[in-house]
């Protein structure tokens, strides 16, 4: 069973950088679809980003151009780079692995203007 830790969420500035890490314990990882969601106060979650085993990614209209997801197979780690970050991207981040369907505790990420 894969389990999964957010982490890297923060207090960031518009405009400014900030990178998620989601580190995944259990031997099926990289065979694993990882992806990241997000749910913003009062908001339904949404999809964000995710990476297929074979480094495929796919990503949201809305973070598209700024945020860039990766994985490391080797540290067992996904990686979610995010840009000119911007007040509405404020959500709490969490990672998921597709199959099987496992989620993270997730890592808040606030920014300000």
């Known amino acids: 069973q894969v389990q999964l830790v957010e982490s890297g969420g923060g207090l960031v500035q518009a405009g400014g950088s900030l990178r998620l890490s989601c580190a995944a314990s259990?031997?099926?990882?990289?065979?694993?679809?990882i992806g990241w969601f997000r749910q913003a106060p009062g908001k339904q979650r949404e999809f964000v980003a995710d990476?297929?085993?074979?480094?495929?990614?796919n990503y949201a209209d809305s973070v598209k151009g700024r945020f860039t997801i990766s994985r490391d197979n080797a540290k067992n780690t996904v990686y979610l780079q995010m840009n000119s970050l911007r007040p509405d991207d404020t959500a709490v981040y969490y990672c998921?692995?597709?199959?099987?369907?496992?989620w993270g505790q997730g890592t808040l990420v606030t920014v300000y203007s």
């Open positions: 998921r692995s597709y199959g099987p369907n496992v």
């Open positions: 259990g031997s099926t990882f990289s065979d694993n679809r």
């Open positions: 990476v297929s085993s074979s480094g495929y990614t």
